[in-house]
């Protein structure tokens, strides 16, 4: 039944380029998912991994972090999480014979699209340094090279263990007890690259990194802005949520560089209308910022508010709340009132008029929700553009009440619970602290290093071993080359994966690849079948259980992988039970009970229909667990990027065929490209003054102050209607253009959606 793996790579000679949709989902994305969910997961295996997803009992969508509503519809799953199901649960497995056909000088050569579709990982494999070829290698062996190989570092620091997000509550509060019983706070996850930004704004001036709102609180709202963000594509049920909520009466905002499809015009699949009607237009605003002019925007917006509560005292702000709960309004006031509104012009691209009309939106509103995504995270000021949403949100009491609040919307399904559960280079000291009393070790309390410093520190021979529970850092990270490098120097590297990919390329001298088992898939343990447990992105933590049969014998679960290599490092005397931890994972759940704040009773309030809330003091009771008590009001200096002439702003986004590095295709069917990613998204007037013509093609060079001459060359042109001077292209390829160096302030996050790119005819 299965496929034969596809011999062919990404080749754009049949890349075609049409207009770009107006309307997301509906028709085509039903018809899309079940037939392609038959033909490669046969009849029986696509009904139960279809049936089961999302469902009570069943397991939680592995692609984003959107939650479940309330009441669940018979198929309550969207296209994209339909692509992530059949792209994990194919029966289509890397044949031993696979290794030694292809070399790793030869899979250093291929592209994601082709790494991705050669199937399953299903047993352990190993590099022997000095060797081109991958060997199997059996699970005993493979732990006792780990062993031998962390033992011989001169300390513990010189390892580092990433984390992607994808993983579970279990087996990341498992690694990451591992990791620090090991020694180090060295646990980067793929969080520093995504949503650290927001976490550093929420935390320092709210108390909390996580969404201040519930699912519930959609339909509850007068005003929703969604800005940076494309759920479309990459948080498809958002869109049922949003078409509730304007069916309630809510107004909704969109503010982003390009004219995103879902954002605009909405065809429910999961209704008869929207299978065959023109759907909901969802957007009552359209905001076409310029790049990383988002700071200015809210800037200009507070300064409104400002001006209309100067105007008409006692009538706008809401004062009693600001009282008592917030500080540094004054200082604040001031600022706003010195705002250059020729700057808010040339950052934002915008006009006054369209300003005005968002800040009397905000102003009628009574209860205002923001959602944002990496269209705010990833520029060299996200954290104070963060922090100016949380100050616009808080003039009007708006947080810690139904249908208002600030609102990330995380991205891998866990990274939020992964967070929870103690994935952090910085996790704390009250949870490193409460860690080491209740297993009687001891933890070390330094800061560790986060994804961009642990490639730098690899790069420079400070690290020498990498370990990785997921993920693919080599193409989610800035800088390619650098990453390439840095990663096979590594004396040891690790990666506990389901799917082959470009990380396992770059291999460090020694190297073992560990099959996992993904969610979709039942995990027998010697207590019997297991659960497992996530958080969505509005902190509702909730049990997911996989059905299908496993893809092949002998593959580990993520728990056994890590109770495992535990066990082999830390020696048999180590205090903690990790055969226990594996055999039952209520085991883990009872110490994660006890040491992660919020998670009193965690195995009774999992195995609730439905799971449950974590507890939220903003939310909740306005309760602001900062240093003061209270919700800061900041000051944040504007920086606008200047262009130099002839230059383009470019960010990096997700083609609708993708998760992250995984490639499910090649079409980008709501921007209106199929078959091939090499393209460039650029504003036809910009095309007109720069000389060049839609279908030429160019090489793109970055334009960094350290001398590097970054390119990444042979992109189709496309005249699209995104903001003027701003151009787009699909990450991960966009990251050999951004310079390691180039990060957030204080988030450290790859400044990937603002790069200075020059455009060279080829
Ligand atoms: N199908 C699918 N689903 C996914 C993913 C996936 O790859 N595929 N990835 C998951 C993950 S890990 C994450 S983090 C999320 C990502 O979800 P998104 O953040 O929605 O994904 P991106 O494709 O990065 O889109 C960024 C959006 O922000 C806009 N934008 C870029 N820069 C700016 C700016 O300066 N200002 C404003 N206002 N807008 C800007 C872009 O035009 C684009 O619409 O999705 C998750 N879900
Ligand atoms: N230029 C640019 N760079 C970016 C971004 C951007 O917008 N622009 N976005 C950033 C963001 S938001 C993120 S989150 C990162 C993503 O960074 P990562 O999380 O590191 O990358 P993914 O592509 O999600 O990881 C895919 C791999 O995970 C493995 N995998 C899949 N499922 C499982 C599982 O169940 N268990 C285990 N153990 N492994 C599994 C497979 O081997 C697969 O190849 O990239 C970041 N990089
Ligand atoms: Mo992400």
């Known amino acids: 039944m299965a496929r034969k793996p596809p011999t062919h790579d990404v080749d754009d000679s049949h890349l075609t380029v049409g207009p770009p949709r107006r309307s997301a989902a509906g028709l085509e994305s039903v018809a899309e998912t079940l037939p392609l969910a038959v033909s490669r997961l046969g009849a029986v295996r696509a009904a139960t991994a279809l049936a089961n997803l999302n469902q009570r009992g069943g397991y939680d969508c592995m692609s984003c972090a959107w939650p479940d509503p309330p009441d669940r519809k018979v198929a309550e799953f969207c296209e994209n999480g339909a692509k992530a199901v059949i792209w994990e649960a194919e029966p289509l497995r890397i044949p031993s014979s696979f290794w030694a056909e292809h070399p790793l000088s030869e899979l250093r050569g291929r592209t994601e699209y082709w790494l991705g579709q050669q199937g399953r990982l299903v047993e352990p494999v190993y590099r022997n340094p000095g060797t081109d070829h991958y060997v199997p290698i059996s699970w005993e062996e493979a732990f006792a090279v780990v062993r031998r190989a962390l033992a011989a570092l001169a300390s513990p620091d010189e390892a580092t263990f990433y984390t992607s997000g994808r993983t579970s509550n279990e087996a990341a509060f498992a690694y990451q007890l591992f990791v620090r019983s090991f020694g180090t706070n060295n646990l980067p996850d793929c969080s520093n690259m995504c949503h650290e930004s927001t976490g550093a704004a929420m935390g320092a001036t709210l108390g909390v990194g996580k969404s201040a709102i519930s699912y519930e609180d959609f339909a509850k709202a007068d005003l929703i802005v969604i800005m940076g963000q494309n759920p479309g594509t990459c948080h498809p049920r958002m869109l049922t949520a949003l078409e509730e909520a304007k069916a309630a009466g809510a107004q909704i905002v969109a503010v982003n560089p390009l004219p995103e499809a879902g954002l605009i015009n909405f065809r429910n699949p999961q209704r008869p209308r929207g299978l065959l009607g023109h759907g909901t237009d969802l957007a009552d605003q359209f905001l076409q910022i310029r790049l990383a002019g988002d700071m200015a925007l809210l800037q200009a917006v507070s300064k409104r508010v400002l001006a209309a509560e100067a105007a008409a005292p006692g009538t706008v702000l809401d004062q009693a709340f600001l009282d008592e709960h917030c500080e540094g309004l004054e200082a604040f006031a001031a600022h706003m009132a010195a705002l250059d509104d020729d700057e808010v012009r040339a950052a934002t691209?915008?006009?006054?008029?369209?300003?005005?009309?968002?800040?009397?939106?905000?102003?009628?509103?009574?209860?205002?929700?923001?959602?944002?995504?990496?269209?705010?995270?990833?520029?060299?000021?996200?954290?104070?553009?963060i922090r100016e949403i949380v100050n616009l949100l808080l003039l009007r009491g708006n947080i810690g009440r139904p249908g208002a609040g600030p609102s990330p919307i995380r991205g891998h399904s866990n990274v939020q619970g992964d967070r929870t559960m103690g994935i952090w280079e910085r996790m704390p000291e009250p949870f490193l602290t409460r860690l080491g009393a209740e297993f009687g070790i001891d933890v070390p309390l330094e800061p560790?290093?986060?994804?961009?410093?642990?490639?730098?520190?690899?790069?420079?021979?400070?690290?020498?071993?990498?370990?990785?529970?997921?993920?693919?850092?080599?193409?989610?990270?800035?800088?390619?080359?650098?990453?390439?490098?840095?990663?096979?120097?590594?004396?040891?590297?690790?990666?506990?994966?389901?799917?082959?990919?470009?990380?396992?390329?770059?291999?460090?001298?020694?190297?073992?690849?560990?099959?996992?088992?993904?969610?979709?898939?039942?995990?027998?343990?010697?207590?019997?079948?297991?659960?497992?447990?996530?958080?969505?992105?509005?902190?509702?933590?909730?049990?997911?259980?996989?059905?299908?049969?496993?893809?092949?014998?002998?593959?580990?679960?993520?728990?056994?992988?890590?109770?495992?290599?535990?066990?082999?490092?830390?020696?048999?005397?180590?205090?903690?039970d990790w055969e226990g931890f594996e055999a039952d994972y209520d085991a883990i759940r009872e110490r994660i009970a006890r040491v992660v704040p919020g998670c009193e009773d965690y195995n009774a309030r999992i195995r609730r229909p439905g799971g449950f809330v974590l507890a939220h003091g903003p939310r909740d009771e306005r309760r602001f667990p900062t240093a003061t008590g209270k919700a800061r009001i900041t000051v944040n200096e504007l920086e606008t990027i200047r262009v130099p002439a002839g230059r383009l702003l470019l960010q990096s986004v997700r083609s609708h065929d993708q998760f992250n590095t995984t490639m499910y295709g090649l079409n980008d069917r709501y921007r209106g490209i199929h078959n091939g990613r090499h393209v460039l998204f650029v504003n036809p007037d910009d095309l007109a003054e720069l000389g060049l013509a839609d279908g030429q093609h160019v090489d793109v060079h970055s334009e960094a102050d350290d001398g590097v001459d970054r390119t990444l060359p042979g992109l189709r042109l496309v005249a699209y209607p995104t903001a003027r001077g701003c151009a787009a292209t699909y990450f991960p390829e966009a990251n050999v253009l951004v310079p390691l160096g180039a990060t957030a302030e204080v988030s450290n996050t790859p400044a990937s959606k603002s790069v200075v790119v020059r455009l060279e005819p080829v």
């Open 448 to 576: 560790g290093l986060d994804s961009v410093e642990s490639i730098r520190a690899l790069a420079d021979g400070r690290v020498k071993a990498f370990v990785a529970l997921g993920g693919n850092l080599v193409s989610a990270i800035s800088d390619t080359a650098v990453a390439e490098r840095a990663l096979s120097g590594a004396r040891l590297s690790v990666a506990i994966s389901t799917k082959l990919n470009r990380t396992h390329a770059f291999a460090g001298e020694e190297a073992l690849i560990l099959p996992t088992l993904g969610r979709t898939e039942v995990d027998l343990q010697a207590s019997g079948p297991q659960f497992v447990s996530v958080e969505d992105t509005v902190c509702a933590v909730h049990a997911s259980e996989g059905k299908l049969a496993p893809i092949a014998p002998g593959v580990l679960s993520e728990v056994s992988i890590v109770a495992r290599m535990a066990r082999a490092v830390l020696g048999p005397g180590h205090p903690v």
């Open 349 to 385: 691209g915008l006009r006054d008029e369209e300003i005005d009309e968002l800040a009397a939106r905000y102003i009628a509103s009574e209860r205002t929700i923001i959602t944002w995504a990496m269209g705010l995270t990833q520029h060299r000021k996200a954290v104070p553009t």
